[in-house]
């Protein structure tokens, strides 16, 4: 994964008060003028790839705080990204663009040629009622929350009233009272859709069964089960297998010697060594005869995840709770066996000291997950609202890896020290108090004592022209511009959205043919599945002979079937592979090259043709071999939470990048031939454009169609907004000195019509480099 934001500045001087800030004010002129020696470079570094997009308004108050004051007045690094460096920075400047949001970026993208060509790093933002104060911590929920357990948990205020409650996805799928364990137990259904091994299926065959065919009842027995796997030229083979009875004494806990010859021990992940193997002599056959003799007939397995248990033992088990189903989410995602451990049990499990997993531990803490959720209930499990502990996890970590969890023990417990009834002053406070006076210009403008004062009818222009006076003077400073209240009109948002959604519908599909009336449209679907994942593969009949209207749902595959196979034989015909042809389209090429060439598709590449039975874990194994191979994102439908049959990698060289594409084009993983292109949409776009190719016309044609159309009325007139406040921005931008944290903010909106996300970008000004304007 990429590792945290950095950035650089000076030295910060000593003491505090109006000398210090003089001091500093007068060495940044002199910097400014070429005196002084020569400083060290800010750099900033952040994971925001894939589902780590999502950022929080609490989240963006931690880097600015961070950013502004650094170590003192309890300031910590930020979660999600990583300054270094940070008392060498020459200020920190924030644009707000009000009115704006991700819609209107996308929407006027070629428009705002300045931020998508200078900041690397952009993220999602949730809109905020007000935004303002929660960019400076007013009103913000910051403070550290007592430990229960061994992970903090939320405060009163947090904790969910039963009205709230009836909305928590384990409420919704099991109801609010207690039942027995034979009411968690998965379906078959459930078993089939989660890919655990059936008896009677094809991709079963030779498979044990436990023969525990006896009736369950909530007083069966429960046994928490947990493999660790090494990759053989077979596949993902056992070498490590722990089962636990419901006391959770160690029943089994046995070494296997695999089958095939091992490609890769996933040591740090496994524990397992090619030494330990070495003696070994157990084979998979004996461990299978093993558990059919120690499971009782009416045994209940529990493990998390468990269904990949189960296909590499090679056994069938009609009765399963997996834990990892069982604490249910939102939109199919998973929380982590080491998260639940933690927050619910107050057991630290995976430790980073230890070498791999320890099976008999994962087995044991699942186990006791299964148990504490049949002896509570539902409701009491709600109550624990772990998405919000799951938000203090990470806002607590400065993490390396995103991917691993490494709590910072000894910041939560200093700031546990602190009594939680008092609340602590923004950091716009904090800087006045060291004699660095902030700036806030635009809608509101602090007057002399450092409270707001709204501004209302200055202009863009007038507020360009101060920022470039007064913000080379400040250490911290807020910019705000404004479209004006009247492009946000619900009717403007509707019909703009409307557009957006339509044009990205244009894009993500492509018409195939003319085919042989008698063609096969399953090795049409095949060919064009190799592109990327189809929502849907229709067939035009009102043409002479048929032709195939498919959609996609990444703007990967839809450019990658237009360039590979356009002339292409497929099914028997040569073909021609097309875009639709509407007015919004004809600047399709331009859109697609420029999103190509977007700062934040450097060094990454999109991968296709990937079989849906390969795991996270074996792409990285797959993969692992590529140059410089920083970060994979493997995407998942927001529905079902299986993912597609794509993938994007991201390298910490863009030469790395050229050369993987070399390798990687014709590649054949698991029987399976790969395609790959350079991303079009990597990052947190991905999500956003999978939400608006699925959402749902709230409104009938005739009333869309007529926002659409006063929205076209003033359309020309908001681009040339868009694009002044481009120029004013790279303007700014260019006035700020080398060593400056730059954050463009567009907050989002909130309307009849539902509200749109924000979007963030930053960077710091570097010399040359894509900085350089």
Known sequence: MAEPVRLNGYKRPAGDGEDAGTRRAARKRRKADGGGP?????????????????????????????????????????????????????????????????????????????????????????????????????????????????????????????????????????????????????????????????????????????????????????????????????????????????????????????????????????????????????????????????????????????????????????????????????????????????????????????????????????????????????????????????????????????????????????????????????????????????????????????LCQSNLSTSNKQILQRALEDVPLSTFSIIQFSLGPEYIASHLLAGLCEKVRSKLTDMLTIYAGPFEESFCLKSVKKEFGRCGPIQSLTVVTETFQPYVCIQYEVLEGAQLAVESLNGAEVAGSCIKVQRPVTAAMLDCDVLIKELELDVENEGVIYVAGLKKSLTETDLQEEFSQLKDLETLFLPKDLQSGKHRNCCFLKFQKSQSAADALEVINGWTMKGSKLRSRNALASGHLWRWIWQMNHSKRKEGGNILCEKMQQLSACEEDLRKKVKQLDHHIKKLYRSLQNNTLCIVLFPGVNSTNGSEPGLGLMGIKEDGGRHAC
Not at 138 to 160: H, I, K, R, W
Request: hydrophobic content about 35%.
């Open 38 to 450: 020569q400083e060290k470079s800010s750099r900033l570094s952040a994971a925001l790839f894939g589902e780590d997009c999502e950022i929080s308004r609490d989240q963006l108050y931690e880097l600015l705080k961070y950013a502004a004051l650094g170590k003192c007045h309890n300031a910590a690094q930020p979660s999600w990204c990583r300054i270094y460096h940070q008392s060498h920075l020459a200020g920190v400047v924030v644009v707000v663009l009000h009115e704006l949001s991700q819609l209107h970026f996308y929407k006027f993208y070629l428009q705002f040629k300045h931020l998508r060509k200078v900041f690397q790093h952009r993220f999602t933002l949730t809109p905020s009622a007000n935004f303002l104060a929660s960019l400076y911590g007013e009103g913000a929920n910051l403070e550290p929350q007592n430990t229960a357990q061994g992970l903090t948990s939320p405060s009163s205020d947090c904790v969910p009233k039963s009205s709230d409650l009836q909305c928590d996805p384990i409420i919704r799928k099991y109801g609010e009272k207690k039942q027995g364990l034979t009411s968690y137990t998965l379906t078959l259904e459930e078993q089939k859709k989660n890919d655990y091994p059936i008896k009677g299926s094809p991709r079963c065959k030779g498979f044990v069964h436990t023969e525990c065919d006896q009736q369950r009842t909530d007083s069966s027995p429960l046994f928490g089960l947990d493999c660790e796997m090494c990759l053989t030229a077979k596949g993902n083979e056992v070498t490590r297998v722990s089962l636990v009875d419901a006391r959770g004494r160690c029943l089994l806990n046995e070494l296997v010697k695999p089958e095939s010859t091992v490609l890769n021990y996933r040591t740090r992940f496994s524990g397992i060594t090619k030494k330990m193997l070495l003696p070994v002599k157990t084979k998979l056959s004996d461990i299978q005869t093993r558990l059919k003799q120690m499971l009782p007939h009416d045994a209940v397995l529990v493990g998390h995840s468990l269904n990949s248990d189960l296909q590499a033992l090679e056994m069938i088990h009609p009765s399963v709770i997996d834990t990892s189903l069982l604490f249910a989410r939102n939109e199919g995602r998973r929380f982590k066996l080491k998260f639940l451990a933690k927050a619910v049990l107050g057991k630290e499990i995976q430790c980073e000291q230890k070498l791999g997993h320890d099976p008999a531990e994962d087995a044991r803490a699942a186990l006791e997950l299964a148990q504490f959720f049949i002896e509570q209930g539902p409701a009491k499990v709600a109550e624990l609202n772990l998405e919000t502990l799951l938000t203090a996890e990470k806002l607590a970590e400065v993490s390396q890896n995103k991917a691993a969890l490494k709590p910072q023990g000894c910041r939560v417990q200093k700031q546990l020290k602190e009594p939680p009834h008092l609340s602590k002053p923004c950091f716009l406070d904090c800087l006045q108090v060291t004699g660095q006076k902030p700036l806030l210009l635009g809608g509101q403008e602090l007057d002399s004592s450092g």
